[in-house]
């Protein structure tokens, strides 16, 4: 199993930007991929962006690309989204996600992932 810790959210004005963090820990070896994932009150949770582990290809939602930007450290064991010009719609509690087998599977859906991060919240303001 591994556990997952986000940090980095806030308040931010829109325009602005934040940087989270996903510290993974535990059998971190037996992962093949990460991302993130949000969701804003009352909706369903939504791909953001994945990175895989080794290789460090990069899979965004459309409505992110040139705006947000994942990466990784591997020696930390933590991933990063960087997120730029936000906008009101981006609020939301970010989660970040660990693949464990893969087998094919889509990076887009929630079901492709084993490992669960509590979120962090992100409010962007007017």
């Known amino acids: 199993q591994v556990q997952l810790v986000e940090s980095g959210g806030g308040l931010v004005q829109a325009g602005g930007s934040l940087r989270l963090s996903c510290a993974a820990s535990g059998l971190t070896f037996s992962m093949r991929a990460m991302g993130w994932f949000r969701q804003a009150p009352g909706k369903e949770r939504v791909f953001v962006a994945a990175i895989r582990w080794n290789g460090g290809n990069t899979y965004y939602a459309d409505s992110m690309k040139g705006r947000f930007t994942i990466s990784r450290d591997i020696a930390k064991n933590t991933i990063y989204l960087q997120m730029n010009s936000l906008k009101p719609e981006d609020a939301a509690v970010y989660h970040c996600?660990?693949?464990?087998?893969?087998?094919?599977?889509?990076?887009?859906?929630?079901?492709?992932?084993?490992?669960w991060g509590q979120g962090t919240q992100v409010t962007v303001t007017v």
């Open positions: 996600a660990a693949m464990g087998t893969y087998y094919g599977q889509s990076f887009y859906n929630t079901g492709s992932y084993d490992s």
